[in-house]
C-alpha cells in the first residue's frame, strides 16, 4: 500500500479513525536526518503491507496545525495510533526504536 501523505489535519483526523493502526511521519523538505529515515519508514510500509497498520506522513511545515495538534517539537518524529488513541512515539532518527514500535503496533 506505501505510505499516504497527510495534507489536512482533517484528512489526519479521518485516518486515525478508520479503526486500523496508524504509523504517522512528521517530516519536513529540509530535514536531513528526515530524509535519511525516510526510506526506511517506507521498507517498513512494504514488509508489514499485509497487517491492518496503516503508514503516513505529513511535512510540518504543510500542515502546520497537525504539527501543533501532536506537540511536534523536533523532527523527525513517529506518532503511532491504535483504536484512534496515541500509543506511542518516537523522536529523532532513531532506526531501532522505530522498528520496535512498529511491530508492537502491528501485533
Given at each position: 500500500m506505501g505510505v499516504t501523505e497527510i495534507k489536512s489535519k482533517a484528512q489526519?483526523?479521518?485516518l486515525v479513525k478508520s479503526g486500523s493502526g496508524v504509523a504517522l511521519q512528521a517530516h519536513a523538505e529540509w530535514?536531513?536526518?528526515?530524509k535519511a529515515i525516510s526510506p526506511i519508514f517506507n521498507k517498513h510500509a512494504q514488509v508489514y503491507a499485509d497487517k491492518p497498520v496503516i503508514f503516513a506522513r505529513f511535512d510540518t511545515d504543510d500542515v502546520p496545525e497537525l504539527a501543533?495538534?501532536?506537540g511536534v517539537t523536533n523532527?523527525?518524529?513517529f506518532y503511532f495510533f491504535k483504536h484512534g488513541e496515541l500509543?506511542?512515539?518516537?523522536?529523532?532518527?532513531?532506526?531501532q526504536a522505530l522498528?520496535?514500535?512498529?511491530?508492537?503496533?502491528?501485533?
Amino acid at each position: 500500500m506505501g505510505v499516504t501523505e497527510i495534507k489536512s489535519k482533517a484528512q489526519f483526523n479521518e485516518l486515525v479513525k478508520s479503526g486500523s493502526g496508524v504509523a504517522l511521519q512528521a517530516h519536513a523538505e529540509w530535514c536531513g536526518p528526515c530524509k535519511a529515515i525516510s526510506p526506511i519508514f517506507n521498507k517498513h510500509a512494504q514488509v508489514y503491507a499485509d497487517k491492518p497498520v496503516i503508514f503516513a506522513r505529513f511535512d510540518t511545515d504543510d500542515v502546520p496545525e497537525l504539527a501543533q495538534q501532536l506537540g511536534v517539537t523536533n523532527i523527525p518524529a513517529f506518532y503511532f495510533f491504535k483504536h484512534g488513541e496515541l500509543s506511542n512515539n518516537v523522536r529523532g532518527a532513531n532506526p531501532q526504536a522505530l522498528k520496535e514500535a512498529i511491530e508492537k503496533l502491528s501485533c
